[in-house]
């Protein structure tokens, strides 16, 4: 029999924590009085919460939440495989620890009857009190983390956004567009801001785009879901049915950022001839996003990388409320992006010769040559031993090796696009 130990729970365990939760749940079993999605919210509010590992894998996790002297366990999870053998009281246990050093004397937990964890908590010194009642209203529907699953969404790690080095116009104007009115909403309601319901990023390929949009969902601890036209089009029952659908299941998530990448593919410009199919996809989704919009904690992030192929109708500002342009880096963010991929090595180069070379470079095209080069240095050390660093001369010549994604014609479209179509 394998060996198990308790720890800390990790961010990085809540896809797999996610998993135990679902099995361990029997189809028809009693809603449980904590969803999971309270519980994540508790582990990111740094509540404490305690996984069983065996060989790595997850198989059990426990979650609470502290009020004062009081903690409720909102869940015990176990994965199948691992019950009764210990693992729950073993869970307890250690998250009993961690709830002393916080002072707390009560510890708390409603579970319906013969729900996983209720052998591990008898066995582990809870009483059953059979005098009380227990009563709830539901304001809405809490969000599912099955349906998250089903949906191909997760739960980001925090920090995204710091990481994303340079590009700080873009950031800036993201930020107080679409962050802040979405984080603080009282504020926001306070000075008559509406938080914004869509958006659109558009710029040249690999300016970040993409990075942007998970580092808004990883800002706001929402949920990202990213739909891709070319998944939803192999449905049976075609693209437009499968976005109707889609969008449909989305409504029941409490918070949630959708990220639909290269847009311009269900949404080009319509032909004007209704047998086309393009054109029933395009009004599907144009008729999706009113819907979208009515209900709160809700974000659509949409990203091009062509703003002119777009649809005229899905520019109005009726269903977007920002068209922000994500361009190439200038000197200062180049300079950024160079020392987040170097790292400590930023300090043995000539980074000004590294920015002045990478002119036309996007944050990819930037990372892939940092790796490069290190790379060079790396294959080199194994063959001669001389412990030598990276130098700037290996960083130039994978600059060179590298072919930059934008050309000088993209840029001259892009500013072009930003005159034409950029409302922020």
Not at 252 to 264: K, Q
Not at 285 to 291: A, F, N, R, W
Request: negative net charge.
């Amino acid at each position: 029999m394998s060996a198990w130990r308790v720890r800390d729970f990790h961010s990085d365990d809540l896809d797999q924590a996610v998993a135990v939760w679902e099995q361990s749940r029997p189809t028809g079993s009693p809603a449980p009085v904590f969803g999971f999605a309270e519980a994540v919210s508790a582990v990111r509010a740094g509540q404490p919460a305690v996984v069983a590992v065996a060989a790595e894998e997850v198989v059990g996790v426990a979650i609470a939440r502290v009020d004062g002297e009081r903690a409720w366990i909102q869940v015990i999870a176990l994965d199948a495989r691992w019950r009764n053998r210990g693992v729950g009281s073993s869970l307890l246990a250690g998250l009993e620890r961690r709830l002393r050093g916080l002072d707390v004397r009560r510890i708390s937990a409603v579970l319906p009857e013969d729900a996983t964890g209720s052998v591990a908590m008898r066995n582990s010194g809870y009483h059953v009190r059979t005098d009380l009642t227990y009563y709830e209203k539901v304001e809405h529907a809490a969000g599912d983390a099955g349906l998250l699953a089903a949906l191909g969404g997760r739960m980001l790690p925090p920090g995204l956004w710091d990481l994303l080095a340079g590009m700080e116009a873009e950031k800036e104007a993201i930020e107080h567009r679409i962050v802040l009115p979405l984080a603080h909403p009282d504020v926001a309601d306070r000075y008559g801001v509406v938080p914004p319901k869509a958006a659109i990023l558009f710029g040249p390929p690999g300016t970040g785009k993409t990075s942007f949009a998970k580092a808004i969902a990883s800002r706001l601890q929402w949920p990202f879901v990213e739909l891709f036209p070319a998944r939803l089009a192999a449905d049976s029952d075609g693209l437009a049915a499968a976005l109707r659908a889609t969008f449909s299941d989305l409504a029941d998530l409490d918070e949630v950022l959708v990220f639909i990448d290269e847009v311009e593919e269900i949404a080009g410009v319509r032909s004007g001839r209704a047998t086309d199919p393009s054109h029933a996809v395009t009004n599907e989704l144009l008729k999706t996003i009113p819907g979208f919009r009515e209900r709160g904690d809700r974000l659509l992030v949409c990203a091009t990388n062509s703003v002119r192929a777009l649809d005229p109708a899905f520019l109005r500002p009726g269903r977007f409320d920002y068209v922000l342009p994500v361009g190439p880096p200038d000197r200062t963010a180049r300079a950024a992006i160079w020392r987040r991929y170097l790292g400590p090595a930023a300090d043995d180069v000539d980074l000004e010769r590294l920015v002045g070379a990478s002119e036309l470079f996007t944050p990819a095209d930037i990372e892939f040559a940092a790796r490069k080069g290190a790379q060079a240095a790396f294959e080199r050390e194994v063959r001669d031993q001389r412990g030598e660093p990276a130098t700037t001369a290996d960083y130039l010549a994978s600059i060179a090796d590298t072919r930059p994604t934008l050309t000088t014609d993209a840029v001259t479209a892009f500013a072009e696009d930003i005159e034409a179509h950029s409302r922020q």
